[in-house]
């Protein structure tokens, strides 16, 4: 394997679902964020790097049926938002369910998966996705 590739593992972010924290008010941010929105300067220097547990549950989804080509072979697919258990809320596709499980309030986790190629190149793209628990 090449050098790039050995920097694309390695990466900190790539196989864990990284956030931050405020080390002034506590608060966790999901992306990573540089100053807290809500302490402002008091937060600069005091942001720390954290793991989030990929855990939380399903505030609201709809399901999409008029994709981007990317992701055609996949549809129809379900697109949640999901209050991670630290508190940030992010999207995310509920993989390996049947539409009519996936209902608000239940819970789900993150999963490791492939999100797309790069064209031609063979590049695999991989990232966050969830299922029920």
């Not at 697919?77 to 499980?101: H, M, N, S, W």
């Amino acid at each position: 394997m090449g050098e790039l590739s050995r920097i694309w593992r390695e990466s900190e972010h790539r196989y864990r679902l990284m956030g931050n924290k405020c080390g002034h008010c506590d608060m966790v941010f999901f992306p990573i964020r540089d100053v807290c929105p809500h302490c402002h300067r008091e937060s600069i220097g005091k942001m720390k790097p954290v793991e989030l547990s990929g855990k939380g549950e399903i505030v609201s989804f709809t399901i999409v049926h008029d994709t981007p080509p990317s992701f055609v072979r996949q549809r129809p697919y379900t697109l949640a938002l999901i209050r991670l258990d630290e508190g940030p809320v992010l999207t995310g596709q509920i993989v390996d369910a049947e539409k009519d499980a996936v209902e608000i309030g239940k819970r789900v986790k993150s999963v490791f998966r492939k999100i797309g190629e790069d064209g031609k190149s063979g590049i695999i793209q991989y990232g966050y996705k969830f299922v029920l628990e």
